[in-house]
């Protein structure tokens, strides 16, 4: 069973850019899509970002795009999160998590691993 670890959330000042990361235990990290949740108080969780089980394919939230960027390195077992232009919206705990379903999965129900979660705060 791969297991998934996030590190790298933190405080930052609006504007500023943090970098995420999720390890991945286990040789079957490869055969998971992987995306990028977060959830703040009061509101459901949300897909943030999302990456095929190559590499090739990314989809973005709308509210993200053109400022977060998500990669993978499968010899490595980890996927990453850039975070850049950040603002107070988007603090939030952030999730990292894998499936293996063929189709876009965007649901928190379709994901089969998560990992605890990384604060990410950013301030005004």
């Known amino acids: 069973q791969v297991q998934l670890l996030e590190s790298g959330g933190g405080l930052v000042q609006a504007g500023g850019s943090l970098r995420l990361s999720c390890a991945a235990s286990?040789?079957?990290?490869?055969?998971?899509?992987m995306g990028w949740f977060r959830q703040s108080p009061g509101k459901e969780r949300e897909l943030v970002a999302r990456?095929?089980?190559?590499?090739?394919?990314?989809f973005y939230a709308d509210s993200v795009k053109g400022r977060f960027t998500i990669s993978r390195d499968n010899a490595a077992n980890t996927v990453s999160l850039q975070m850049s232009s950040l603002k107070p919206d988007d603090t939030a705990v952030y999730y990292c998590?894998?499936?293996?379903?063929?189709?876009?999965?965007?649901?928190?129900?379709?994901?089969?691993?998560w990992g605890q979660g990384t604060q990410v705060t950013v301030s005004s």
């Open positions: 286990g040789q079957t990290f490869s055969t998971y899509a």
């Open positions: 998590a894998g499936d293996r379903g063929a189709l876009l999965a965007t649901k928190p129900s379709e994901y089969e691993l």
């Open positions: 990456i095929s089980r190559g590499g090739g394919v990314t």
